[in-house]
């Protein structure tokens, strides 16, 4: 379940970090009854469809997003009927995203597993993402105006920062700035979103509600971060997942960015040059091994996590509070 938890990780390196242990006992019971919401959901696809749902089990990944909802929640006050259904709300949104940008990054694995577009096809891919966002809607609209007010923001978001990152794409001229603004898009806002819920569904004050989801927003953004390095850094092995797709779709991140501003600018051609050609990756990324620009990423990354971490000040003590700690710690830590 806790899939970017280290196997080894047994006791935890900080007082208020909790061990992979705790945090499953913490949460398995609470997940279990999101499962059961996500599954009951998908029930009347299941007869005409049952390859395709089934296959969205190996889409199972850290179940982060409904974590961050619960564990807000308990944070905050004491979970509701609201908690879980909206739990299982922003997984089906996180997954149908998940589908779609197999499709749009031409990805053949995920989990260790074909992805649905890779045995399925692009057509079938689409609507089953379609079909995934269509049903949390529905789900949602069991709970409030707000509740659905707050989803449908969080997925128009959503939707632009993958429509900017695909219009930015070899475009190598892009900011920081701009690049902040696309994960912001694509995976701040759904993290910001989960703690939002989990704070206002438990009855807290509105400034209780802005930290949490301020603490949300930096832990997404530490998270893409973090994907980013590993896509040019990790092991496939282990991630489980196709490697290499932002340089292979002309999408620079943070590490590639920094390298480019960083390189003197008569070489900065030849470097566009080796980006706009897949042969020329690999002495690309050789190159951006031996520059400060992955180690200047990952101090960036770091402190995100601990900007999300200072947002909890205000929460009283609590186990929750410190799994939420946890997962930020990890979040920008994590190797698959």
Known sequence: MMQFMPEKFVAAPLPYLLSKAALHDLTAAELAKVEAIFAETLAPFREPFPDLIDHLQHYKGKRLRPMLVLLSGLA??????????????????????LVHDDVLDEAE????????????????????????FSSAFRLCATVDAHACLKIGETTNRVCAGELLQVR???????TEADYFQIILGKTGTLT???THLGAYYAGSSPEIVKQLALFGRNLGLAFQIADDLLDLEGDSEVVGKT?????????????????????????????????SHPSGHQELIARLRKSHALESSKKTCQKLVEEAQESLEKLRPSQAKDALTTLAYWSGKRDR
């Open 168 to 174: 930015s794409a070899r475009n190598w001229e892009l």
């Open 192 to 194: 910001e979103c989960c």
């Open 109 to 132: 694995t995920r989990r260790h597993v074909s992805t649905i577009n890779s045995r399925w096809g692009n057509q079938q891919s689409i609507l089953l993402g379609d079909v995934l």
């Open 243 to 275: 490697l290499g797709t932002d340089l292979l779709q002309g999408k620079l991140t943070l590490p590639l960015i920094r390298f480019l501003n960083e390189a003197p600018p008569r070489e900065r051609s030849a470097l566009r040059a080796l980006l």
């Open 76 to 97: 905050c006050g004491k979970l509701t009927p609201a908690h879980y259904t909206l739990a299982a709300v922003v997984e089906m949104i996180h997954t149908a995203t």
